[in-house]
């Protein structure tokens, strides 16, 4: 299968059992994407929304993910950048690459948790709340979502 150069978007509450292929699933409550590789390899892709990991901007026409997706576990090792629907390549990255950035992730992972252990400090880590009804909207959900930032 080609790689796919274009993706789509769906909000969801709950990423669905199967994923279609260019569909990204955004579930804001669960803070969770998830898609299948864009190299056309069939492996699901999921990216946790946290302060340490992915940022997600909706433009209110498209999405974007950041930083780059590197599947460095998958057999294709495949790299993009998901940036307004579009799949852009990146690079292949070598063994000592994919260790450095592992190695980078971690220490930035690490400060950040420290720093919200510290008393006073505005950094809160926290599961995603578990809703205990259904929202009663996708939107109100989303601007209840926002309004906390």
């Known amino acids: 299968m080609p790689a796919r150069m274009k993706v789509t978007h769906q909000f969801v509450e709950f990423v669905p059992e ?7 699933y955004v579930s804001v409550v669960y803070a969770t994407v998830a898609h299948k590789c864009c190299c056309g390899c069939g492996y699901e892709v999921v990216t946790p929304l946290t302060p340490t990991d992915w940022k997600l901007l909706f433009d209110g026409e498209t999405v974007s993910l950041e930083p780059s997706i590197g599947n460095w576990s998958f057999p294709c090792e495949s790299h993009y950048w998901i940036r307004r629907n579009k799949v852009q390549w990146a690079g ?6 994919i260790q450095v950035g592992r190695e980078r992730d971690a220490v930035q992972k690490r400060r ?6 510290q008393p006073g400090t505005a950094a809160k880590v926290a ?4 809703p205990s009804v259904p929202p009663s909207s996708f939107w109100r959900t989303l601007a209840r979502r926002f309004r906390g930032r």
């Not at 292949?92 to 690459?97: E, V």
């Not at 950040?112 to 252990?117: C, D, G, I, M, T």
């Not at 599961?127 to 578990?130: G, M, Q, R, T």
């Open 112 to 117: 950040y948790l420290q720093a919200a252990e």
């Open 127 to 130: 599961a995603p709340p578990k």
């Open 92 to 97: 292949k990255w070598t063994r000592q690459q």
């Open 18 to 24: 199967q994923l279609q292929d260019g569909v990204l």
